[in-house]
Nanobody, 121 residues
Framework: QVQLVESGGGLVHTGGSLRLSCVAS????????MAWFRQAPGKEREFVAA????????YYADSVKGRFTISRDNAKNTVYLQTNSLKREDTAVYYC??????????????WGQGTQVTVSS
C-alpha cells in the first residue's frame, strides 16, 4: 500500500512558476513509475508527465513539453513537478500517481488527493 500526498499548488499569474511535490509513504517507492495528471473543471483527467523508477526516463504530454519538468528523489520518497511559463489553461487540480509497467502506459494503482493550481491573467 502506498499513500501519496501532494503539495505546492496555489494561485499564480500567467508566466509564473510553481513547484509541486508528492510525498509517498509505504514500501517500495523507488520501484514505481511516478506520474502527474491534472483535471480542469468540466474536463476529464489528463496525463501530464511520468518518470521511470530511477529517473532515467521521462515522458510528457505535448501541451507541457518544454515548460514542465518531472523529477524524483528516491531517498526522500518524493516526486516533483516544476511548472514554468504557466498559462491559464494549466489551471486544474494536479494529481500524483504511482504505477507499474512501461513509462508510456503503466497501470496506476495509487493516487493522491490532488493540489489546486490556478493561473490568472
Amino acid at each position: 500500500q502506498v499513500q501519496l500526498v501532494e503539495s505546492g499548488g496555489g494561485l499564480v499569474h500567467t508566466g509564473g512558476s510553481l513547484r509541486l511535490s508528492c510525498v509517498a509513504s509505504g514500501r517500495s517507492f523507488s520501484a514505481y513509475v511516478m506520474a502527474w495528471f491534472r483535471q480542469a473543471p468540466g474536463k476529464e483527467r489528463e496525463f501530464v508527465a511520468a518518470i521511470s523508477w530511477n529517473g532515467g526516463s521521462t515522458y510528457y504530454a505535448d501541451s507541457v513539453k518544454g515548460r514542465f519538468t518531472i523529477s524524483r528523489d528516491n531517498a526522500k520518497n518524493t516526486v516533483y513537478l516544476q511548472t514554468n511559463s504557466l498559462k491559464r489553461e494549466d489551471t486544474a487540480v494536479y494529481y500524483c500517481a504511482a504505477g507499474w509497467g512501461d513509462i508510456k502506459n503503466p497501470s496506476y494503482d495509487y493516487w493522491g488527493q490532488g493540489t489546486q493550481v490556478t493561473v490568472s491573467s
